[in-house]
């Protein structure tokens, strides 16, 4: 009776393992697929985005004259050309930002780093193009 309990034990330990074993290869599957699904939208997100989202920017010029603001525009981008800068029609002016910042801390500080040469300078929320 000692080896007819002792394979009974066996044979449940077994089970219980060959159990385990299935519910966690499914359950890796199914992890598997919804990882795949994320990422599937991330993409279809960032292709309907254009890869922008919510940041900030630097506004240093704005005005009616397309001119001056290609000028300020080429001023910052020669002393600065490490950041980004964009020349934007908003009816009815011409407007220079700076920079893609993902938040208002990183905004602050190229800000203080730039309003010595454009004082008028100030930081908006924008749409932005993260490069990290």
């Given at each position: 009776m000692h080896i007819c309990s002792m394979k009974a034990r066996l044979l449940i330990i077994f089970?219980?393992?060959?159990?385990?074993?299935?519910?966690s290869q499914s359950s890796i599957d199914d992890n598997n697929a919804k990882l795949k699904?994320?990422?599937?939208?991330?993409?279809?997100?960032h292709h309907k985005t254009n890869g922008e989202r919510d940041g900030y920017r630097i506004k240093i010029h704005f005005g009616i004259d397309k001119t001056a603001a290609n000028?300020?525009?080429?001023?910052?981008?020669?002393?600065?050309?490490?950041?980004n800068s964009y020349l934007e029609y908003q009816q009815?002016?011409?407007?220079?930002?700076?920079g893609d910042f993902k938040t208002?801390?990183?905004?602050?500080?190229?800000?203080?780093?730039?309003?010595?040469?454009f004082p008028n300078a100030f930081i908006v929320k924008?749409?932005?193009?993260?490069?990290?």
């Open positions: 089970f219980t393992l060959f159990g385990f074993l299935s519910y699904m994320l990422s599937e939208k991330a993409a279809e997100y000028d300020v525009k080429q001023k910052f981008s020669s002393k600065y050309n490490d950041i009815p002016n011409w407007v220079v930002v700076v208002r801390i990183d905004a602050y500080e190229i800000f203080k780093k730039i309003q010595s040469d924008s749409k932005i193009r993260p490069t990290r």
